[in-house]
């Protein structure tokens, strides 16, 4: 039977891809510190079980295709906290940021169109852009570099007639890097100047450990046409298993078409946007918690990963995760042999391989994804387990 070549283009997960390997090293007895995904540890604020428990319509009924006024005007309060005014039919709910993602590349790509993406990126932005028939155009960066990108020069690299959209996570995932306000308007500017959609993934945003200001592309009023912004509730408040999302976007005819995909998949769960608005009534003393924690969690990796000989990495200003170069020779071979022969004391660890974090080939090779979610002892342990594995590993091959 025939597969669409949409489907044959898109990559599995480099963050699940090695499941399989996890089952069976676990049911040989060994135990995986798990650093592949972005699955916070942190407990998801009571509002979200309460306000569940105290659901008592006697239908669970479909909720409007937009979304649920008590989520929209809750989402709506966040923004205007931090001095951005959207109103209501400017914000769409999802089901969850990737399916966010989804609806609006089918709504701004014809096949053959381009987006502009920094890479490493989040690997879903290939299946999102290729299953519209679009073309992620990266702009390269490197280890050395910090993995920064915005930058005017670089942009007018990636530039050509078939560009529709700039796209980027800030603060970043793979790279935790933040965009400095400069940075920002630079993008803003080029996107301006050139008719282009410029889609801020949002979604880290309160993950920040400078003393920088959460910042938004919705900030600038000139681009009020180009801006769209994507955000959720799963980093920000630990409740990844919610699937609520959004797309906040001022351009009317977009949102128009965007609600075509709305109307078409009917509706996102009832009970989910009742909960996930409760969630928005958590006060800053949450985020700022959450911040310190991570905070020591990426000072812990940061350190334990400059004490590896051989390891190139930067240190991330945000979101929990961080890129880093390692002295093996595909990372990929690597994460497989840490599952399949090698254990101390029964204990191995995973972590997200670089290769499927680019669009370039031949890029990533030797990088890996670290998502800092584990506690202290465990996250400590972890780390001790990858450069027992490194040195191990460049011993046998």
Not at 82 to 110: K, P, R, V, Y
Request: net charge negative.
């Amino acid at each position: 039977m025939k597969i669409s070549q949409k489907a044959l283009e898109c990559n599995l997960s480099p963050m699940r891809k090695f499941h399989p390997y996890a089952v069976e090293a676990e049911n040989k007895g060994k135990t995986i510190y798990h650093l592949n995904i972005g699955q916070p540890d942190i407990e998801t604020p009571p509002n979200y079980y309460y306000a569940i428990h105290n659901f008592d319509n006697p239908v669970l009924a479909y909720a409007a295709s937009p979304g649920m006024p008590v989520l929209i005007q809750a989402i709506q309060h966040y923004y205007d906290k931090l001095g951005i005014h959207f109103e209501e039919d400017e914000i769409l709910i999802t089901t969850g940021g990737s399916e966010a993602l989804q609806m609006l590349m089918l709504s701004i790509l014809d096949p053959g169109d381009e987006v502009i993406i920094p890479e490493p990126f989040y690997p879903n932005y290939n299946t999102f852009v290729k299953s519209a028939g679009g073309v992620i155009h990266p702009i390269p960066t490197t280890p050395e570099g910090g993995y920064r990108y915005a930058f005017r020069k670089k942009l007018e690299d990636a530039y050509n007639e078939h560009t529709r959209a700039i796209m980027f996570t800030n603060p970043g995932n793979p790279t935790g890097v933040v965009l400095t306000p400069k940075e920002l308007r630079t993008i803003a500017d080029f996107a301006k100047e050139h008719d282009l959609y410029v889609i801020g993934d949002e979604v880290y945003r309160e993950f920040i450990y400078g003393a920088e200001d959460l910042a938004t592309i919705g900030q600038f009023d000139d681009i009020h046409d180009n801006a769209v912004i994507i955000d959720s509730v799963s980093k920000r408040f630990s409740a990844c298993g919610a699937r609520i999302g959004a797309i906040i976007t001022r351009n009317k005819e977009l949102r128009q078409n965007l609600l075509k995909f709305c109307q078409a998949r009917l509706s996102v769960a009832t009970l989910d946007q009742i909960a996930s608005a409760a969630l928005y009534k958590v006060g800053p003393e949450y985020f700022d918690a959450v911040r310190k924690e991570y905070k020591l969690r990426r000072d812990t990796c940061y350190k334990k990963l400059l004490e590896i000989p051989g390891v190139v990495v930067k240190e991330p200003q945000g979101a929990f995760y961080m890129m880093a170069a390692l002295p093996v020779d595909n990372a990929d071979t690597f994460q497989k042999w840490l599952l399949t022969d090698f254990d101390d004391n029964g204990d191995t660890v995973m972590f997200a391989p670089g290769e499927g974090f680019y669009a370039t080939p031949g890029k990533g090779l030797n990088e890996i994804r670290i998502a800092y979610v584990l506690k202290q002892d465990k996250l400590e342990r972890a780390m001790d387990l990858l450069a027992l594995g490194i040195k191990k590993y460049n011993e046998t091959h």
